[in-house]
């Protein structure tokens, strides 16, 4: 019998939705996370290894500051390329084609003979690293029951904290015995991890059956995917929701972290072992806070969780700008960093339920990149702040944006709490 017009329609929007948990959701969130792990990882290093290169290699300090702009301007760009490439060609084919960029050219770092070809391959490997967030959000959603879509997103996010702890553990103990160009080559190996995880996977279903289904109606291109971010008023303004959320989330998160340490050591005497602690006190705070969002928004919803923490965070960082007493901003800062990066945790399920399969890893990618663009003039305006009147009120002035982020998610951001993917 012939389909009918509806028969056929729906066979072209209906992808399959897992019912339960498998041991591919498994391994497609560990593939997902390890990936981040390996994002956060290598941007920490790099920072604690910027005087060393600089030392051997004969660096301005401009030049060494510019590894890391030119690896996050790399990431964003990959970030992009990538995220509609994978709604294209399949989530895991496209994270191994970023794997390899990223092993290769991390790898080549430790080769290099001076600034320019470090540069280049630094830039490189960030196209490679860009794509590792978006499209693992996508492919852990895709691989998991909606009853569970906001924790395993919250453990992705983890991932990211999981690979800074390790940087921070781990660089101080090897790079006097191996040196910079040692640690790139150790930088290789969370990617060859992922990468051996990703090849006993194959594409989540909804993917394949979208795919599958694109063939008698028609073949999404990479701009047709990022048109679905704008395709009528609720998703344009959920998309500029989006934007402001993660803008928010960046800007804070490097308008802080950056900044703190110098602040609790040049203002309040903090020796480098304390404001170390102070660092992985504030690191602690924020994966503990990234897995309570997972577990609340699976339980109470998406937004209510969202107004819980940026209601903490503008308490928290204006009651942790008045704190002077260095043992109470040391351990204050695990409840900051709770609250401040605890919503890490909820953007992925988000934007995959808010976007169809055949855009959702094109909607994680520019999306939070173009947040991560905007943020990252986090230190910038906090310096300038900081300088013009004192950091306490740069500090207190960031309140302002999360009460931003609250508007933003009560009028902009829609509750699809439980919804199957489209």
Not at 62 to 73: C, D, K, N, R, Y
Not at 190 to 197: E, M
Not at 306 to 325: E, K, R
Not at 358 to 377: K, M, P, W
């Amino acid at each position: 019998m012939t389909p009918s017009a509806p028969q056929t329609l729906a066979a072209c929007t209906a992808p399959a939705h897992p019912s339960e948990v498998s041991s591919y959701s498994w391994k497609a969130l560990a593939g997902s996370a390890v990936g981040y792990a390996m994002d956060g990882f290598d941007l920490l290093i790099l920072g604690f290894m910027l005087s060393a290169i600089s030392a051997d290699l004969g660096l301005t300090p401009g030049q060494a500051g510019s590894l890391v702009t030119w690896t996050l301007i790399g990431a964003v760009f990959g970030g992009i390329v990538f995220g509609m490439l994978s709604d294209r060609y399949g989530r895991i084919r496209v994270l191994t084609w970023t794997i390899v960029l990223f092993a290769v050219f991390t790898g080549l770092c430790a080769f290099a003979t001076g600034y320019w070809d470090l540069l280049v391959y630094r830039t490189i490997a960030g196209i490679g690293l860009g794509g590792e967030f978006g499209i693992g959000m996508a492919l852990a959603a895709e691989a998991w029951p909606a009853r569970h879509r906001a924790r395993v997103s919250s453990y992705v996010a983890l991932g990211w904290q999981m690979g800074v702890l390790g940087a921070a553990l781990l660089t101080p103990l090897l790079l006097p015995f191996i040196g910079w160009r040692g640690m790139f080559l150790i930088g290789v190996i969370p990617a060859i991890v992922a990468w051996v995880i990703r090849n006993k996977l194959h594409e989540p279903e909804a993917f394949t059956q979208t795919v599958a289904q694109r063939q008698p109606c028609s073949r999404t291109s990479m701009l047709q995917s990022l048109r679905l971010l704008m395709k009528n008023g609720a998703t344009a303004r959920t998309s500029l929701g989006v934007i402001v959320l993660t803008s928010v989330q960046n800007f804070g998160y490097y308008g802080i972290m950056i900044w703190m340490p110098s602040f609790l050591s040049k203002q309040l005497g903090f020796s480098l072992t304390k404001s170390s602690m102070w660092t992985a006190v504030t690191v602690l705070g924020m994966m503990a806070g990234i897995w309570v969002f997972g577990q609340l928004a699976d339980r109470i919803g998406r937004k209510p969780s969202f107004l819980l923490f940026q209601l903490g965070a503008v308490i928290m960082v204006i009651a942790y700008a008045q704190l002077s007493d260095p043992t109470a901003m040391l351990w204050a800062g695990a409840l900051l960093g709770m609250f401040v990066n605890g919503m890490m945790g909820g953007y992925g399920a988000v934007i995959s339920e808010a976007y169809p399969t055949e855009a959702r890893a094109t909607a994680q990618n520019v999306l939070f990149n173009i947040g991560r663009a905007v943020g990252g003039l986090g230190p910038v305006v906090v310096g300038a702040l900081a300088m013009a009147y004192s950091f306490q009120v740069a500090i207190a002035l960031l309140a302002a944006i999360y009460v931003l982020d609250m508007l933003a998610t009560a009028f902009l951001i829609p509750e699809l709490k439980g919804q199957e993917l489209s």
